[in-house]
């Protein structure tokens, strides 16, 4: 296994604190929250490696300045290249109602 799926739920119009769920496949997961009815965002991560070192290595990010290497930015680092779902009352933006 080389990654791992999170959810985090909305509280009120804002991500929660932590994590509700932690999967090992994309199905385990949007079937829990399907059923479940939840708004969040479910996000893939790589496994045994920070999300900043992950993409430098990959090539999808570069810092450009000296503050995009502090503990600061690191821990709060995040980059629209990681799979990500957005989810309301258990169904995706991109389904119809």
Request: net charge negative; no cysteine.
């Amino acid at each position: 296994m080389n990654n791992i799926w999170i959810f985090v739920g909305l509280h009120g119009e804002r991500n929660a604190s932590f994590p509700s769920g932690a999967f090992s496949s994309f199905e385990t997961a949007d079937g829990w929250i399907r059923e479940n009815k939840l708004s969040g965002t479910l996000t893939e991560y790589p496994i045994d490696v920070g999300v900043y070192d992950w993409a430098i290595a990959n090539g999808w990010f570069k810092p450009k300045r000296p503050d995009q290497a502090s503990p600061e930015f690191v821990q709060r680092f995040t980059t629209a290249s990681q799979q990500h779902y957005h989810y309301e009352n258990g169904r995706t933006g991109q389904e119809g109602d």
